[in-house]
């Protein structure tokens, strides 16, 4: 009968630290960012998603406040909520595969959040 050797290949894996893809993945729907950004901000892989999604976010309100203003640009506007809804499936996919990339388009104004 074979003994397990403590040796073995299979027991010396070290487990990566896990990263709170949750709160992450929480940054890219709309107002539940705040949620994230009180939870863990201090986490640096949650930290970046919050910048992300704040990015979102704003346009989303921006977006919001014309419309309301702008009645006749309402079909356009939500071209803009579209693009928004995707690129926060984008970045929901990305926080999934534990990366931080920066979303297409709208990711390089998040380096504008200082905190």
């Known amino acids: 009968m074979d003994t397990p050797n403590n040796n073995s290949p299979i027991n010396t894996q070290v487990d990566a630290p896990k990263k709170n893809t949750l709160m992450a993945a929480l940054a890219y729907i709309g107002p539940l960012v705040i949620v994230s950004f009180i939870v863990a901000k201090d986490d640096p892989f949650v930290k970046f998603h919050i910048k992300q999604g704040l990015v979102l976010f704003v346009i989303e309100v921006i977006v919001w406040i014309l419309g309301m203003m702008f009645y006749p640009l309402w079909s ?40």
């Not at 803009?80 to 999934?96: D, P």
């Open 76 to 115: 356009l506007l939500q071209l803009v909520n579209l693009a928004t809804l995707i690129l926060a499936i984008v970045g929901i996919v990305r926080v999934t595969q534990g990366k931080e990339m920066e979303l297409p388009l709208v990711g390089k104004y998040s380096s504008y959040f200082k905190f």
